[in-house]
């Protein structure tokens, strides 16, 4: 079955760039999608479709996506950041919707 | 506004049964494929199983494939999970999310139910 490989944790000072890496064989063909969950909330999506923004996330959460390697790049880090961070992609070989182990962003 | 309210969670000895339940509303239900996600205590988000709009085609995680069965009732903007041969590592919240297909995230997510299986 398809595996997504994430760091367990990302720190980083405020106002700094956080980037989160999702690995996975091939995932610069798949689209990718970000959640962040806050403790104790539910999962919000953050980016959709490698890079794609909903409406009301600011323009600081970005995504990218080429060869076995995607990444969510969150800009001018605030302390109100600080989530855990999942990567999520469709595999179309098993069927089935996979996400990433997770990532803690911790903010200094 | 969309909503996702789920329901139907609780204790429940290992072996036994469980149905929940996802009542939406504020958009058009029979429009969106749904997914069921779950989250153990402590972990990471798991995909549990997903539907599309007309009942079409439907996956499960191998995890529970053979004891869960996913459903819906279009006509009652309602989706379901109905859970059998509950184990212990089936403790979890229980999420519904909404997604325009399969290759599309879950863009609106219920509260969660928690589901406990313990002796």
């Known amino acids: 079955s398809y595996v997504l490989t994430q760091p367990p944790s990302v720190s980083v000072a405020p106002g700094q760039t956080a980037r989160i890496t999702c690995g996975g064989n091939n995932i610069g063909s798949k689209r990718v999608h970000w959640y962040q969950q806050k403790p104790g909330q539910v999962p919000v999506l953050v980016v959709y479709d490698d890079g794609d923004r909903p409406s009301g996330i600011p323009d600081r959460f970005s995504g990218s996506n080429s060869g076995n390697t995607a990444t969510l790049t969150i800009s001018r880090v605030e302390a109100g950041d600080e989530a855990y961070y999942y990567c999520q992609v469709w595999d179309n070989s098993s069927d089935h919707r996979v996400f990433g182990g997770g990532t803690k962003l911790t903010v200094l | 506004e969309v909503q996702l309210v789920e329901s139907g969670g609780g204790l429940v000895k290992p072996g036994g049964s469980l149905r929940l339940s996802c009542a939406a509303s504020?958009?058009?239900?029979?429009?969106?494929?749904m997914n069921w996600v779950r989250q153990a205590p402590g972990k990471g988000l798991e995909w549990v199983s997903s539907?599309?709009?007309?009942?079409?085609?439907?996956y499960y995680a191998d995890s529970v494939k053979g004891r869960f069965t996913i459903s819906r009732d279009n006509a009652k903007n309602s989706l379901y999970l109905q859970m059998n041969s509950l184990r212990a590592d089936d403790t979890a919240v229980y999420y519904c999310?909404?997604?325009?297909?399969?290759?599309?995230?879950?863009?609106?997510w219920g509260q969660g139910t928690l589901v406990t299986v313990s002796s």
């Open positions: 999310a909404r997604s325009v297909g399969k290759n599309k995230p879950g863009d609106y």
């Open positions: 504020g958009f058009t239900f029979s429009s969106y494929s």
């Open positions: 539907i599309s709009s007309s009942t079409s085609y439907i």
